[in-house]
Protein backbone atom coordinates (compact mmCIF):
# COMPACT_ATOMS: atom_id res chain seq x y z
CA UNK A 1 0.00 0.00 0.00
CA UNK A 2 1.31 3.04 -0.83
CA UNK A 3 -0.08 7.04 0.77
CA UNK A 4 0.73 10.34 -1.31
CA UNK A 5 0.08 13.65 -0.05
CA UNK A 6 -0.79 16.50 -2.45
CA UNK A 7 -1.66 20.51 -2.16
CA UNK A 8 -3.89 22.88 -4.10
CA UNK A 9 -5.54 26.00 -3.47
CA UNK A 10 -9.20 27.02 -3.76
CA UNK A 11 -9.86 30.56 -5.38
CA UNK A 12 -9.93 33.30 -2.61
CA UNK A 13 -13.63 33.36 -2.68
CA UNK A 14 -15.98 32.40 0.12
CA UNK A 15 -19.10 32.12 -2.45
CA UNK A 16 -16.86 29.63 -4.66
CA UNK A 17 -15.23 27.82 -1.70
CA UNK A 18 -18.54 26.48 -0.53
CA UNK A 19 -19.78 25.67 -3.56
CA UNK A 20 -16.47 23.44 -4.04
CA UNK A 21 -17.73 21.73 -0.35
CA UNK A 22 -21.31 21.22 -1.48
CA UNK A 23 -19.76 19.48 -5.05
CA UNK A 24 -17.95 17.09 -2.53
CA UNK A 25 -20.69 16.08 -0.59
CA UNK A 26 -22.24 14.26 -3.65
CA UNK A 27 -19.08 13.30 -5.97
CA UNK A 28 -20.37 11.91 -8.95
CA UNK A 29 -20.46 7.75 -8.98
CA UNK A 30 -18.43 7.90 -12.58
CA UNK A 31 -16.22 9.90 -10.48
CA UNK A 32 -16.17 7.44 -7.66
CA UNK A 33 -15.73 4.52 -9.07
CA UNK A 34 -13.15 4.85 -11.82
CA UNK A 35 -11.14 6.11 -8.77
CA UNK A 36 -11.31 2.77 -7.29
CA UNK A 37 -10.54 1.31 -10.82
CA UNK A 38 -7.09 2.82 -10.70
CA UNK A 39 -6.16 1.64 -7.46
CA UNK A 40 -6.90 4.65 -5.38
CA UNK A 41 -8.34 2.95 -2.30
CA UNK A 42 -9.04 5.69 0.36
CA UNK A 43 -8.97 9.15 -0.61
CA UNK A 44 -9.22 12.04 2.41
CA UNK A 45 -9.34 16.01 1.35
CA UNK A 46 -9.08 18.27 4.07
CA UNK A 47 -9.15 22.25 3.78
CA UNK A 48 -7.69 24.99 5.92
CA UNK A 49 -8.23 28.54 4.69
CA UNK A 50 -8.17 28.13 0.95
CA UNK A 51 -5.20 25.74 0.79
CA UNK A 52 -6.60 22.00 0.60
CA UNK A 53 -4.77 18.76 1.05
CA UNK A 54 -5.26 15.60 -0.13
CA UNK A 55 -4.57 12.10 1.51
CA UNK A 56 -4.42 9.40 -0.72
CA UNK A 57 -3.94 5.42 0.11
CA UNK A 58 -3.31 3.26 -3.18
CA UNK A 59 -2.35 -0.43 -4.34
CA UNK A 60 1.53 -0.86 -4.65
CA UNK A 61 0.89 -0.85 -8.22
CA UNK A 62 -0.29 2.80 -8.31
CA UNK A 63 1.52 5.64 -10.41
CA UNK A 64 -0.02 9.23 -10.19
CA UNK A 65 2.19 9.68 -13.48
CA UNK A 66 0.76 7.27 -15.36
CA UNK A 67 -2.63 5.76 -13.25
CA UNK A 68 -4.26 9.75 -12.94
CA UNK A 69 -4.44 9.98 -16.97
CA UNK A 70 -6.14 6.92 -16.67
CA UNK A 71 -8.49 8.14 -14.38
CA UNK A 72 -9.84 10.98 -16.84
CA UNK A 73 -9.85 8.36 -19.66
CA UNK A 74 -12.20 6.09 -17.70
CA UNK A 75 -15.49 8.11 -18.43
CA UNK A 76 -16.13 11.55 -19.77
CA UNK A 77 -17.77 12.44 -16.81
CA UNK A 78 -14.21 12.24 -15.49
CA UNK A 79 -13.30 14.22 -17.45
CA UNK A 80 -16.39 16.83 -16.93
CA UNK A 81 -15.73 16.58 -13.16
CA UNK A 82 -11.98 17.81 -12.98
CA UNK A 83 -12.79 20.38 -15.47
CA UNK A 84 -15.35 21.52 -13.18
CA UNK A 85 -13.36 21.31 -10.19
CA UNK A 86 -10.30 23.00 -12.01
CA UNK A 87 -12.41 26.29 -12.06
CA UNK A 88 -12.53 26.20 -8.46
CA UNK A 89 -9.12 25.57 -8.00
CA UNK A 90 -5.11 27.20 -8.08
CA UNK A 91 -2.43 25.31 -8.21
CA UNK A 92 0.43 26.36 -5.17
CA UNK A 93 3.05 28.11 -5.77
CA UNK A 94 5.72 25.74 -4.56
CA UNK A 95 4.26 23.08 -7.26
CA UNK A 96 6.26 21.78 -10.36
CA UNK A 97 5.27 22.58 -13.60
CA UNK A 98 3.82 19.92 -14.77
CA UNK A 99 1.70 19.40 -11.61
CA UNK A 100 -1.56 20.96 -11.04
CA UNK A 101 -2.39 19.01 -7.47
CA UNK A 102 1.61 19.50 -6.12
CA UNK A 103 3.35 16.08 -4.67
CA UNK A 104 4.45 16.88 -0.97
CA UNK A 105 7.22 14.99 0.92
CA UNK A 106 6.65 12.85 3.78
CA UNK A 107 8.88 13.91 6.13
CA UNK A 108 7.01 12.27 9.29
CA UNK A 109 5.39 8.68 9.41
CA UNK A 110 4.40 6.66 12.64
Avoid at 18 to 39: A, C, D, Q, R
Avoid at 73 to 93: A, G, I, K, S
Wanted: glycine share 2%; net charge negative; proline share 6%.
Amino acid sequence: MKHFGLAINLKDDPEIIEKYKEYHSNVWPEVLESLHTIGITKMNIYLLGRRMFMAMETVDAFDVEKDFPRYLEQHPRCREWDELMRTYQEPVPERKPEEWWALMECVFEL
